[in-house]
């Protein structure tokens, strides 16, 4: 029987068998340790949020919650419910420690300078943002440096300057300070606001006929509404708790604003204090605060994103 030769031809080469491939080294996957990092960086940032508001959040409560008591349960019982509810206490700090008339004067200044600051900031930040001309950098520099000066080395020179103009001791002299005071703040932030808005929407308008002032008022102030409310809600703040300017240009008593309210109220009775009645002064203070911030909070986010995002 002949069998079948598979052997290779004469001068031909047999194929080298094939190298075994060396085993793959097991590499560790960076993912889970990944995962875990984040994880307690997670954990621990927010451990720190809780803590935070928690510093915050139970003096608020606890001011709260002591406005309604009376005076011995406070010395006595600091920490614990009231078993009854001193509405009193509310009622007494409104008419007879005079807060309804420190609210008022607060509210109008408040809201005057408010105004002020924000049509004023906003008007000399778009100017400064948007045209260029001999002096913009130094006059925004200006502003800058107008922040990093301290107030109360003001306060004497702005003493005698409301006295000179007869504005001391009033309402509107009280508004054309805080406006001073507020400025520089309000146009530094505002100016790196402009800068984000799109030029096509004002280019647009001017070419369609529009003027500079309309188009300013018209088109890019609504476009800069969430920097408006956002620097808005700060100078609210910083306005509403001014001491140290109304301390020192508004000396009438029936002009004190709520600041000055309540120090009258602390001291006004010597050892015997409605502590009691201060507590609810003061949270009549803050719920105008926290009334404001609650109701704009996105607005706020948004105004202070808005460059990031852009």
């Known amino acids: 029987m002949k069998t079948t030769d598979t052997s290779p ?143 109360i080395l003001a306060l004497v020179p702005l003493f005698y300057v409301l006295n000179n103009l007869g504005l001391l001791n009033t309402i509107h002299g009280l508004i054309l300070v805080y406006i001073a005071y507020s400025l520089p703040f309000t146009v530094f932030f505002l100016t790196s606001f402009f800068r984000t808005l799109p030029t096509s929407v004002a280019e647009a308008a001017i070419i369609d006929g529009a003027s500079h002032t309309r188009t300013f008022f018209q088109v890019m102030l609504p476009m800069a509404r969430p920097g408006l409310i956002s620097v808005g809600i700060f100078n609210f703040l910083g306005q509403w708790n001014q001491y140290l300017l109304p301390t020192v240009l508004n000396t009438d008593p029936e002009k004190k604003v709520l600041s000055q309210g309540l120090v009258q109220l602390a001291v006004s009775q010597g050892y015997k204090g409605d502590w009691s009645g201060l507590f609810a002064g003061l949270v009549m203070a803050m719920l105008p605060v926290l009334g404001a911030y609650i109701i704009f909070q996105r607005q706020v986010v948004a105004g202070l994103t808005a460059g990031a995002l852009k």
């Open 9 to 151: 031809p004469a001068g031909a080469q047999e194929p080298a068998p094939a190298a075994e491939a060396p085993p793959l080294a097991k590499t560790a996957d960076p993912r889970p340790a990944k995962e875990t990092k984040g994880g307690v960086l997670s954990v621990f940032s927010h451990g720190v949020l809780v803590i935070w508001a928690i510093l915050v959040v139970m003096p608020l409560l606890w001011a709260v919650m002591t406005s309604f008591k009376d005076d011995k349960s406070i010395f006595t019982e600091p920490w614990s419910l009231p078993d009854t509810l001193h509405f009193e206490n509310w009622s007494r700090a409104w008419t007879q420690a005079h807060m309804s008339d420190y609210f008022l004067n607060t509210i109008l200044v408040v809201a005057g300078s408010l105004v002020g600051t924000l049509l004023l900031g906003s008007m000399a930040a778009y100017v400064l943002a948007r045209f260029e001309f001999p002096g913009n950098r130094f006059i925004y520099y200006l502003f800058i440096g107008g922040m990093s000066f301290p107030v």
